[in-house]
């Protein structure tokens, strides 16, 4: 699979689960190095106490790093999101942010780890914050990555 990052935007702004939910993707850099995720809490998309759904606060972080990566990295690899962990902080209310960052350093560590073809598992962490600014969740995602084998 290959995308821009402006396509995937586009496709994720009318994603089912997503459009739903109130989940939007507010920024992909083309880099792979930034994407930013908000969720606005309303009365369609809030749990039976009036807060944000906890899947719905780990569905923020769902597919992205994953996505960045493959934005970045292109076809020469295999990239998927294959485990994720949440720690909630405090109840949803708002709109939440989830910002997800991915520094040249990662890129060139995933490089290293899979160049004779291995596979690497990374783990990524981010924070999930209210209007305030204030912390809800924080999220780990586990991303698999394997430079494909030349034919």
């Known amino acids: 699979m290959h995308f ?12 089912p689960p997503f ?10 850099a083309d ?3 930034r994407v930013v995720v908000t969720h606005k809490l309303t009365r369609l998309n ?17 597919p992205f790093f ?9 076809r020469d690899y295999r990239v998927w999101d294959v ?6 902080v405090k109840p949803g209310k708002g709109r939440l942010t989830a910002t997800m960052e991915i ?14 073809g291995e596979k690497y598992l990374h783990w990524f962490d981010t924070t999930v914050v209210d209007e305030e600014g204030d912390a809800i969740a924080h999220v ?10 030349s034919k």
């Open 4 to 15: 821009s990052p402006k396509a995937l935007r586009r496709f994720m702004f009318l994603w």
């Open 19 to 28: 459009l739903g939910a109130g989940i939007r993707v507010a920024e992909f």
């Open 31 to 33: 880099d792979g190095s």
């Open 46 to 62: 809030r749990n039976a106490v009036g807060t944000a759904f906890g899947g719905t606060i780990m569905a923020m972080t769902d």
């Open 66 to 74: 994953m996505l960045a990566s493959m934005a970045r990295l292109g």
């Open 83 to 88: 485990a994720g962990e949440v720690r909630f």
């Open 103 to 116: 520094p040249d350093e990662t890129y060139e560590l995933i490089a290293e780890k899979t160049a004779g």
């Open 140 to 149: 780990r995602r586990q991303v698999y990555y394997r430079r494909k084998r």
